[in-house]
């Protein structure tokens, strides 16, 4: 089970202070949060910011990337020194020759769909991909309440991945906490993103280890 601290929520005039807390802390991914103001009503940060943190820590740095035609940023991802690129099914109409291309730069591939989209429509690239992130919120802001509805998805994609004798990782994304992530672990998920809960507390340690205990309930 990997924990994968969102750095939306972090400080960031002291981000780096933040991103060695969480590795410090065991976390093995870190998340970052790409978001262009088209796709998502909100912008964030970039390739220029995955290129800072590269030399800062050792975790997987997992980008989602929430931009229209995301197959235009591949190379400066790939350059910058991130390990996972994961791109929106719903952001481009390349998705096969997007996860193609993910996969020659080097990096591996990720799709993530949001929490209207069924997974039907990503079933044709399961077979390419190294991550699939099911939303559990409406991608753009961090804060946002859990979907329930979306780990039935979660499940689905856990039992097309056994069926298909594939190993790819189940991600979940939006409004994680100690009590939902046992409700994603459950349905099959074995990476679980973070923001709001780690960073917007006076006690991220502390919170990161009550996320530990929520994967142990049966
Ligand atoms: C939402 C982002 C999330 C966000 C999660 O569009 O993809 O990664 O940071 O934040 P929380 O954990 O606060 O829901
Ligand atoms: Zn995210």
């Given at each position: 089970m990997i924990l994968s601290p969102s750095i939306l929520s972090s400080d960031f005039a002291n981000l780096a202070r933040d991103v060695k807390m969480v590795e410090s802390l065991g976390c093995e991914y870190l998340h970052i949060d790409v978001m262009d103001g088209q796709f998502v009503p909100n912008i964030t940060m970039g390739d220029n910011v995955v290129s800072a943190l590269r030399p800062v820590t050792?975790?997987?740095?997992?980008v989602h990337l929430m931009v229209v035609n995301p197959e235009r940023f591949i190379d400066a991802y790939a350059n910058a020194g991130a390990d996972i690129l994961t791109v929106h099914q719903e952001s481009t109409v390349h998705l096969h020759g997007t996860l193609q291309k993910i996969k020659a730069s080097g990096m591996k591939a990720g799709v993530v769909i949001n929490p209207g989209t069924p997974v039907s429509l990503i079933e044709p690239v399961l077979h390419m991909v190294d991550q699939v992130l099911i939303m559990t919120v409406n991608p753009g802001f961090g804060g946002q309440k859990f979907l329930p509805e979306c780990l039935t998805k979660v499940a689905e994609v856990a039992e097309l991945r056994e069926k298909r004798n594939l190993s790819f990782n189940i991600e979940v994304d939006g409004g994680v906490d100690d009590t939902t992530i046992a409700e994603c672990r459950k349905a099959g998920a074995n990476v679980f993103v973070a923001g709001s809960y780690i960073f917007?507390?006076?006690n991220p340690p502390e919170r990161i280890a009550k996320l530990r205990e929520g994967l142990t309930v049966k």
């Open positions: 050792k975790m997987v740095l997992d917007n507390s006076d």
